[in-house]
């Protein structure tokens, strides 16, 4: 079964530094990836998303991901956070076959500090 | 707009009481998915179904049924709502993996 881990509950980072936050999966095979963003209140927007090809993903919002199957990691990154970037985002992974539910992550909360 | 409708957003229950909450999507998706989500936990599977007439249980399905009557249209039914079915309810649905998971704005519910 697919199991995916977020490390870090909780995370601050400056405005204008960069960010990393990081996600593991656990799969036998290739798995579809996913990272998902969500601001208080509201329901879940995809920013990226890995299938198969190029490693390095690029998302929405200035956002990118990269897969490292050595690692079974998919982190995202940001060159440069915004205070609008603040909310909890969400690892996700679905086994590459049509039908299969995504298992998420328990979240990362992201605070911007001024 | 194409996407996923849930109704309703917000609704408070008695302990005991039943209720069911909907999900309709436009996009002619086979694959419909009910979640809840609880503070620090991320998203639990309770439901899913891959066409009208095929249903199956998720992660933590019990206290909830589900109906797939129509490709349209996959409702979640709450009997004898308890406490700890306190949560936000997400409905999702996806064509293929390939084409991604088209997700509801939400139900929150509070059981008292």
């Known amino acids: 079964a697919q199991s995916v881990t977020q490390p870090d509950i909780h995370i601050t980072v400056s405005e204008g530094a960069s960010l990393e936050l990081r996600c593991n999966y656990s799969?036998?095979?290739?798995?579809?990836l996913f990272w998902y963003v969500q601001s208080p209140g509201q329901g879940l927007q995809l920013l990226l998303k890995?299938?198969?090809?190029?490693?390095l993903v690029q998302g929405i919002k200035g956002f990118e991901a990269e897969f490292k199957r050595s690692q079974s990691s998919f982190n995202l990154r940001k060159p440069s956070v915004h205070w609008s970037d603040a909310a909890e985002y969400f690892c996700?992974?679905?086994?590459?076959?049509?039908?299969?539910?995504?298992?998420f992550g328990k979240g990362t909360t992201l605070s911007v500090s001024s | 707009n194409a996407g996923v409708t849930q109704t309703p957003k917000f609704r408070i229950l008695k302990i005991g009481q039943s209720m069911t909450l909907q999900c309709t999507q436009d996009?002619?998706?086979?694959?419909m998915y009910w979640y809840r989500q609880d503070p620090g936990m991320g998203l639990k599977l309770i439901y899913y179904?891959?066409?009208?007439?095929?249903?199956d249980k998720g992660e933590v399905p019990n206290g909830y049924n589900v109906s797939r009557s129509t490709t349209e249209d996959f409702p979640l039914r709450l009997e004898l709502a308890a406490p700890s079915q306190t949560s936000v309810y997400f409905c999702?649905?996806?064509?293929?993996?390939?084409?991604?998971?088209?997700f509801g704005s939400g139900t929150r519910l509070t059981v008292v």
């Open positions: 996009m002619n998706h086979n694959y």
């Open positions: 799969y036998g095979a290739t798995p579809y």
């Open positions: 179904s891959v066409g009208a007439g095929i249903t």
């Open positions: 999702a649905s996806s064509g293929t993996v390939n084409y991604g998971y088209t």
């Open positions: 890995y299938f198969s090809g190029d490693t």
């Open positions: 996700a992974v679905a086994a590459n076959q049509a039908g299969t539910a995504l298992i």
